[in-house]
Every structure is written in C-alpha cells, then in structure tokens.
C-alpha cells in the first residue's frame, strides 16, 4: 500500500492506494473537479455562500450537481458537500484505472474502495473519547463515504456545538452534507437522540455516530468499532486549509 498526500491550491488530500504510479492520476483528478468548481463559481457566485439549497444552471458540471442534490436533502448549502464529493470522484477514478484499492481522505471527509482490510479511527480534537474508537473497512462494506462534521474542528460553517458528527453512506454528496447539518442540531446531550433519530430517516443514509462531550449515540450500519491503540493518531490526521474558491 502506498500513503501519499497531495496538495493543489488549498485542497490537502490524502491518497492510500495499492498502486503508487496512480497518484498522479489522483492529483490530476483533483484538479480537473476543483477547477469544473472554480468556474462554475465564476458563472455564479451564490453558489459559493449560499447556507441553504441552491438553484443550479443547467450547463452545471455534474460535481456541482450531486453537491448541489446533496444540499437538497437536509436544507444545507451546496458546498457544505464538496469535500466528500471530491474524494468520491477521485476514489472513482483510481479504481477506473485499475486500482483495487483507494482511499481518499479530503479534510475529514473519507470515500473508501478496498479489497484489503483497512482501519480508520475517529478524532475530533480536544475530545479524547472519539480517539479511543476506530473500525474496520473490507471489501465487504465498500464502497462507503465516512464523512464527518465538527462544531469545533475545521474550516465548515456550524451553528451547533458538536464534537464530532459521522454520517455513513454509498453516496458523498449525502454523507457530507448530512454530517454538517447534523452537527447543526446538536448543541447539547440531549440533541443527540432527536438528531440520531432524525438523521436515519434520511434517503442514502445508512449509519450515524454523534459525539458531544462524554457521551456517544449511534444509530443504523456501522461497520463494527473497537478500541483503538493507535498512540500517533493524531500524526495522521489531515490538518486542512480553508476552501477559498
């Protein structure tokens, strides 16, 4: 397996492949996705800021269009969902060009093919409980996009006061987007229920873990956690830049 980190602009995104040579296709379809972002935007600029669902043009880039349908679904805005679509679409490829595996994490926000077992812990900054959970991914429950929010952690916009908001899903666009509008919604212990039970209803939406303080809620398929060990996981987390488009 290869671990790489590629940088363009202000994305940081890390790569974890079995075939070196297919890195550069992955820093090639990061550029090729944020540029079709780029000048979308400069066609129109509301897309950028707008905090709640957003009419699109037609002639929209088809990213632009899933973060766009992502933003639909829990009345967030488009670009609450562009870090998990990016890593979707450059996950996609590698497998298109012969990879087995591919791992693409993008500020937090996780799309995983892998046909080796594979282990991903949890961090959400100054709460120690998240770092003592990790879980294993196979090729049994991939594809699957592991995206997460932080009230308190990260470049996103949150008007909530959650630690950490997980969301599972085959499909990005929602996991991201639904990650930031659950971290939303919980500002206190007692959200985290609601906001589970809320959450799971969603169309595409097949498991959640919500952390606020001392306590943990989870709802829906999960893939099985267990404690993590792993004394540098902090090292390996991506420390990302803000998006400035």
């Keep these: 397996m290869y671990l790489e980190e590629i940088l363009y602009k202000n994305s940081r995104i890390k790569i974890l492949t079995?075939?070196?040579?297919?890195?550069?296709?992955?820093?090639?379809?990061?550029?090729?996705?944020?540029?079709?972002?780029?000048?979308?935007?400069?066609?129109?600029?509301?897309?950028l800021s707008a905090l709640k669902p957003y009419k699109i043009k037609k002639s929209a880039p088809k990213i632009v269009k899933l973060m766009a349908q992502g933003s639909k679904i829990v009345n967030v805005g488009p670009m609450a969902a562009v870090a998990g679509t990016?890593?979707?679409?450059?996950?996609?490829?590698?497998?298109?060009?012969?990879?087995?595996?591919a791992i693409v994490e993008n500020g937090g926000d996780i799309f995983a093919i892998t046909n080796k077992e594979i282990i991903i812990g949890l961090f959400s900054g100054k709460n120690k409980i998240a770092e003592k959970l990790a879980f294993k991914l196979n090729k049994n429950n991939t594809?699957?996009?592991?995206?997460?929010?932080?009230?308190?952690?990260?470049?996103?916009i949150s008007f909530?006061?959650?630690?950490?908001?997980?969301?599972?899903?085959?499909?990005?666009?929602?996991?991201d987007a639904v990650a930031t509008a659950v971290a939303n919604k919980v500002r206190k212990i007692k959200d985290i229920q609601p906001a589970l039970n809320w959450a799971i209803k969603l169309k595409d939406v097949e498991g959640i873990i919500i952390i606020k303080d001392h306590k943990i809620g989870m709802i829906g398929?999960?893939?099985k956690l267990f404690l993590s060990k792993d004394e540098k996981l902090r090292n390996k987390v991506t420390k990302d830049f803000i998006y400035n488009f």
């Design 143 to 156: 594809p699957i996009a592991i995206c997460s929010s932080s009230s308190l952690l990260g470049h996103s």
């Design 160 to 175: 909530g006061k959650c630690d950490l908001a997980t969301i599972f899903s085959k499909r990005s666009y929602v996991a």
């Design 221 to 223: 398929n999960i893939p």
């Design 86 to 101: 990016i890593s979707e679409f450059i996950a996609k490829k590698l497998i298109q060009k012969g990879a087995k595996t």
């Design 18 to 47: 079995d075939r070196k040579p297919l890195i550069r296709t992955a820093y090639d379809e990061l550029v090729k996705q944020r540029t079709l972002i780029e000048n979308y935007i400069k066609k129109d600029i509301f897309f």
